[in-house]
């Protein structure tokens, strides 16, 4: 009995392959390059850029469930994207183990004591909320599109108590195990600190139930499918009956929303597929290393690339988001675009839509005025 247990570990010791010197160095490379420096200037670009989105759609001209609905996605980005820079800083620029002796040193324990029970919960609970918020997004056009006269008896409060409240609440609750899976080992006497991993991480059950399978069908399987599901219908859906510009408008920025999202998702979801089928040999061997490559494209470049891009379909695929937004960067007014007047309509005159308010103004006061003119004339002819 003891020789075949020492054979099988034997085995064991055989089947872990351990990478080689260039590969780890390889790892190192992309991991400050796409993981420390990509990343940073990726999400400084999205954190920008959902700012302008977050500003374009507070205007009264896109006072809508579904512009509201962007609004809530476009914070929930806009935070973990600056989580996102948080959590590159420290994997690339912060020391293991800080010291106070020093200011860089001091801004480093800071964030070790930050990390554990704020900066690292808040970046997942802000991922979850991203995907959830997405689905929810998904869930007001199809409501939209399949049950209309529901859609439009709906209170204003609607989006706050049915669409943005449980995605936070979800999000919440799915994430609490995150405040305890790490903490701060703090040395008294020296006074050093570094971020420790607690006894609930390392359990095996934790790991197998939670962290993989939970977590893979939770934020990974289960929202694709039904991402996939009703997008399809609204896409069906639309191409098969006549649908108001506006509507076409709303369903095609979700449908490029979700495009985007699922490409930037799949392969974390693959990762973690991988880390589910193969636990015991990544338990006993620990991670290979071109899934720990792969996991700096899938767990960071991707979520912050997800997280700015959404801007970008907003500009491309909205005319008038995109005449909006150019109107605030060269401080111009809305309404210097879309001059219109009920006169004009009335006496037939359609050239008074024009850019400047001021001629449009003027033009309508010369109509008043002739009109009046006229109305004399009648009075005075008739006594």
Same mark, same amino acid.
């Given at each position: 009995?003891?020789?075949?247990?020492?054979?099988?570990?034997?085995?064991?010791?055989?089947?872990?392959?351990?990478?080689?010197?260039?590969?780890?160095?390889?790892?190192?490379?992309?991991?400050?390059?796409?993981?420390?420096?990509? =990343?940073? $200037?990726?999400?400084? +670009?999205?954190?920008?850029?959902?700012?302008?989105?977050?500003?374009?759609?507070?205007?009264?001209?896109?006072?809508?469930?579904?512009?509201?609905?962007?609004? $809530?996605?476009?914070?929930?980005?806009?935070?973990?994207?600056?989580?996102?820079?948080?959590?590159?800083?420290?994997?690339?620029?912060?020391?293991?183990?800080?010291?106070?002796?020093?200011?860089?040193?001091?801004?480093?324990?800071?964030?070790?004591? +930050?990390?554990?029970?704020?900066?690292?919960?808040?970046?997942?609970?802000?991922?979850?909320?991203?995907?959830?918020?997405?689905?929810?997004?998904? &869930?007001?056009?199809?409501?939209?599109?399949?049950?209309?006269?529901?859609?439009?008896?709906?209170?204003?409060?609607?989006?706050?108590?049915?669409?943005?409240?449980?995605?936070?609440?979800?999000?919440?609750?799915?994430?609490?195990?995150?405040?305890?899976?790490?903490?701060?080992?703090?040395?008294?006497?020296?006074?050093?600190?570094?971020?420790?991993?607690?006894?609930?991480?390392?359990?095996?059950?934790?790991? &197998?139930?939670?962290?993989?399978?939970?977590?893979?069908?939770?934020?990974?399987?289960?929202?694709?499918?039904?991402?996939?599901?009703?997008?399809?219908?609204?896409?069906?859906?639309?191409?098969?009956?006549?649908?108001?510009?506006?509507?076409?408008?709303?369903?095609?920025?979700?449908?490029?929303?979700? $495009?985007?999202?699922?490409?930037?998702?799949?392969?974390?979801?693959?990762?973690?597929?991988?880390?589910?089928?193969?636990?015991?040999?990544?338990?006993?061997?620990?991670?290979?290393?071109?899934?720990?490559?792969?996991?700096?494209?899938?767990?960071?470049?991707?979520?912050?690339?997800?997280?700015?891009?959404?801007?970008?379909?907003?500009?491309?695929?909205?005319?008038?988001?995109?005449?909006?937004?150019?109107?605030?960067?060269?401080?111009?007014?809305?309404?210097?675009?879309?001059?219109?007047?009920?006169?004009?309509?009335?006496?037939?005159?359609?050239?008074?839509?024009?850019?400047?308010?001021?001629?449009?103004?003027?033009?309508?006061?010369?109509?008043?005025?002739?009109?009046?003119?006229?109305?004399? =004339?009648?009075?005075?002819?008739?006594?």
């Amino acid at each position: 009995m003891g020789s075949e247990a020492n054979t099988s570990e034997v085995e064991l010791v055989v089947n872990c392959s351990e990478g080689t010197e260039d590969s780890w160095v390889l790892l190192d490379n992309i991991d400050v390059l796409v993981g420390g420096y990509g =990343t940073i $200037a990726l999400a400084t +670009l999205g954190v920008c850029a959902n700012i302008l989105a977050i500003s374009v759609f507070s205007k009264k001209s896109f006072k809508s469930n579904f512009n509201n609905l962007l609004i $809530a996605l476009a914070v929930f980005d806009l935070l973990f994207l600056v989580i996102c820079i948080t959590e590159s800083v420290r994997r690339t620029f912060e020391d293991v183990v800080a010291n106070s002796s020093s200011v860089s040193g001091f801004a480093t324990q800071v964030h070790h004591f +930050l990390f554990p029970y704020f900066l690292y919960p808040l970046h997942n609970i802000l991922l979850t909320c991203s995907i959830f918020m997405t689905i929810s997004i998904s &869930i007001e056009r199809y409501l939209a599109i399949f049950h209309p006269l529901v859609y439009r008896n709906r209170s204003y409060s609607w989006n706050l108590i049915c669409h943005i409240l449980p995605v936070l609440a979800l999000s919440i609750i799915i994430n609490i195990p995150k405040f305890f899976e790490s903490g701060v080992v703090y040395d008294t006497i020296s006074g050093n600190s570094k971020i420790g991993i607690t006894e609930l991480r390392y359990d095996r059950n934790y790991v &197998i139930y939670y962290q993989n399978w939970f977590r893979f069908l939770v934020l990974g399987l289960v929202p694709m499918l039904l991402l996939i599901f009703l997008n399809l219908r609204v896409f069906i859906a639309i191409n098969s009956r006549k649908t108001s510009s506006k509507e076409m408008t709303y369903s095609t920025i979700l449908l490029f929303i979700v $495009a985007i999202f699922i490409l930037c998702n799949m392969p974390r979801v693959a990762l973690n597929f991988h880390e589910v089928l193969d636990f015991e040999q990544i338990e006993q061997c620990g991670p290979p290393v071109w899934s720990l490559i792969f996991s700096v494209f899938s767990n960071s470049l991707l979520p912050a690339i997800n997280s700015t891009i959404n801007f970008f379909i907003y500009f491309l695929a909205g005319k008038k988001f995109r005449n909006s937004l150019l109107n605030l960067v060269f401080c111009r007014d809305d309404r210097q675009d879309t001059v219109l007047s009920k006169t004009s309509f009335r006496t037939a005159d359609t050239r008074l839509v024009g850019n400047n308010t001021d001629e449009a103004a003027k033009k309508v006061k010369e109509i008043i005025e002739l009109e009046k003119k006229c109305v004399l =004339t009648r009075s005075s002819s008739i006594a």
